[in-house]
């Protein structure tokens, strides 16, 4: 995308402004006590200059041709950011790195995966915040079928950060119309 900067350039571009401002500030220091100030200017860019060095170093260049940076798994090859990943299904989920859109999705696929590993209680941790997530998450439990009952996690499991579904051994072929257990 043409404007944007890399992070690498960015971080020369730091380092540039701070050296730019370190020799504003030494010129009157310079007429104060002399070259002195000069020689630690330059002490100070070489000090900038060795530490910009081992950070490309340390981190590599991962630029194409076109000085775009590449998007590489841990594996170096190509990663696609709309690809689907297979998470381990676990008796919790964390909904925090989802966008708000995507929670009843992430919510119901979440609840049919627990269900098929066998987990009959899950906690679903959406944050405090104030409430979006916690409503839009148990709207989506409050419909699903597999969900017997659901209420606030106990203080040291989340408290109302984070709700427990009660999930039925047998799935209903209708959507369930349970009432919520509120602690």
């Known amino acids: 995308m043409a404007g944007s900067l890399t992070p690498r350039t960015a971080y020369v571009l730091t ?96 609840l049919e995966a627990a269900h098929a590993e066998g987990f009959r209680e899950v906690r679903l941790i959406h944050g405090r915040g104030i409430g979006v997530q916690r409503e839009r998450v148990r709207s989506t439990l409050a419909k699903h079928r597999l969900v017997a009952s659901f209420s606030d996690a106990t203080l040291d499991r989340g408290g109302w950060g984070a709700t427990i579904a009660n999930l039925k051994e047998e799935p209903d072929t209708q959507p369930s119309q349970q009432s919520t257990v509120h602690s």
Do not use: Q
Request: glycine share 8%; with cysteine.
């Open 15 to 110: 380092k540039v402004a701070v050296f730019a401002v370190a020799a504003a500030l030494t010129w009157p220091l310079s007429r104060m006590i002399g070259p002195k100030a000069w020689w630690g200017l330059g002490a100070f860019g070489l000090i900038l200059m060795c530490l910009t060095a081992v950070v490309f170093l340390a981190f590599g260049r991962n630029e194409t041709e076109t000085g775009e940076e590449e998007d590489l798994d841990e594996e170096g090859e190509d990663f696609d950011p709309d690809s689907t990943v297979d998470l381990p299904v676990e008796d919790f989920i964390d909904l925090h790195p989802f966008p708000p859109r995507d929670i009843p999705d992430v919510v119901t696929d979440y």
